[in-house]
T-cell receptor, first 112, second 114 residues
Framework: SQTIHQWPATLVQPVGSPLSLECTVE??????LYWYRQAAGRGLQLLFY??????ISSEVPQNLSASRPQDRQFILSSKKLLLSDSGFYLC???????????FGPGTRLLVL | LAKTTQPISMDSYEGQEVNITCSHN???????ITWYQQFPSQGPRFIIQ???TKVTNEVASLFIPADRKSSTLSLPRVSLSDTAVYYC???????????????FGAGTRLAVHP
């Protein structure tokens, strides 16, 4: 079974500072990878997905970017954080055959 | 993708069976029904997935009628640790070379009381 790691677990950053959140996956190869954001008390919103190394698609226009430098590594970044970037960020990996998505533990980001 | 509708919240007591119903009137032929559980400050955890009729695993059962316009997640004999948010999703079947976009609603907040 696959395991998804995310770090850091929590992060407090000032407005205008850069951001880098990392996600790594074990137990599967060539997974589809996803970044979601969850606002308090709400469902998850898909931000980015990747079907392979270097292949990134964005779901919503925003202040964030994503990269996939290795098969099982997915990075979420920002050059300058906004207050509205605060939230709970979740990385997910899709496995085969039914493409069930498995989620990591998440990173809680607070931008002050 | 089919939109889902489920109750905002439910209450139950330890030892009871809990049934959470989800409606998905516009489900497509190739769509699956998937349920996730989420505890506070944790990522959603996959519970069960089905296409039609009944699916059972060690955690829950999923009942899907013939028209597939609704589904019911059944949790047998809940405990306090089952207090969580439960999400019903409709997702497309396996897509070679593609991806699956999951649309999460607000889910159902289940509170299990002693």
């Amino acid at each position: 079974s696959q395991t998804i790691h995310q770090w850091p677990a929590t992060l407090v950053q000032p407005v205008g500072s850069p951001l880098s959140l990392e996600c790594t996956v074990e137990g599967t190869s060539n997974p589809n990878l996803y970044w979601y954001r969850q606002a308090a008390g709400r469902g998850l919103q898909l931000l980015f997905y990747s079907v392979g190394i270097g292949q990134i698609s964005s779901e919503v226009p925003q202040n964030l970017s994503a990269s996939r430098p290795q098969d099982r590594q997915f990075i979420l970044s920002s050059k300058k954080l906004l207050l509205s970037d605060s939230g709970f960020y979740l990385c997910a990996a899709g496995g085969s055959p039914e493409e069930t998505q498995y989620f990591g533990p998440g990173t809680r980001l607070l931008v002050l | 993708l089919a939109k889902t509708t489920q109750p905002i919240s439910m209450d139950s007591y330890e030892g009871q069976e809990v049934n959470i119903t989800c409606s998905h009137n516009n489900i497509a032929t190739n769509d699956y029904i998937t349920w996730y559980q989420q505890f506070p400050s944790q990522g959603p955890r996959f519970i069960i997935q089905g296409y039609k009729t009944k699916v059972t695993n060690e955690v829950a059962s999923l009942f899907i009628p013939a028209d597939r316009k609704s589904s019911t997640l059944s949790l047998p004999r809940v405990s306090l640790s089952d207090t969580a948010v439960y999400y019903c999703l409709v997702q497309s079947g396996p897509v070679s070379g593609g991806y699956n976009k999951l649309i999460f609603g607000a889910g159902t907040r289940l509170a299990v009381h002693p």
